[in-house]
């Protein structure tokens, strides 16, 4: 805040020096996910959240959608943390695989999630749908996902950049 760079550590209450994800919520926390957990930042220092999902895990991407929810992809699935309620998701729920990389919500409300090794899935209540080298991607490793302006998907894979427009991709 006062023009300073400032350096954190396990010290300061991160849960691992590797940090691999940051987000700032819409109440303007800062959390960061690290090689063993995730943390928000309280003005002094990190703090870890009290309880639920897998908090040692790998934290592999951090995402929050319009409703307030923070989503956490870790090397033990994908974590929903909504107040003081945890949800996980994985395999047992559905899941292709419990290792999400990235999470994205359209501006129709989807979420999507691409995995480190299953490819891409519309999450939805009506319905999980997955979509894999089968589909048209050029690898099912995905690194992030973004929207353009006319609604498509633009997909950062591993193999290339890849845009979904109408169920089809292109590279």
């Not at 960061?32 to 895990?57: L, M, S």
């Not at 992809?73 to 996980?88: A, P």
């Not at 559905?94 to 999630?113: A, C, H, K, M, Y």
Request: charged share 25%.
């Amino acid at each position: 805040a006062d023009g300073r760079i400032r350096r954190f550590s396990e010290r300061d209450g991160l849960p691992d020096i590797f940090v691999r994800a940051l987000w700032e919520d819409r109440d303007g926390n800062l959390w960061a996910g690290t090689n063993a957990g995730i943390a928000r930042y309280d003005g002094r220092r990190f703090v870890t959240p009290a309880a639920g999902g897998e908090e040692t895990d790998l934290v592999r991407c951090l995402f929050e959608d319009r409703e307030g929810n923070l989503w956490v992809g870790s090397n033990g699935g994908l974590t929903r943390y909504r107040d003081t309620v945890f949800t996980v998701y994985g395999r047992t729920e559905g899941l292709p695989s419990d290792e999400p990389n990235t999470v994205f919500q359209d501006r129709s409300g989807r979420i999507w999630i691409g995995f480190h090794d299953s490819g891409l899935m519309l999450f939805s209540p009506g319905g999980n749908r997955v979509f894999t080298t089968r589909d048209g991607l050029p690898n099912n490793e995905i690194f992030s996902i973004r929207e353009a302006a006319n609604g498509d998907l633009l997909i950062a894979a591993r193999g290339g950049m890849v845009r979904m427009h109408d169920g089809r991709f292109s590279t």
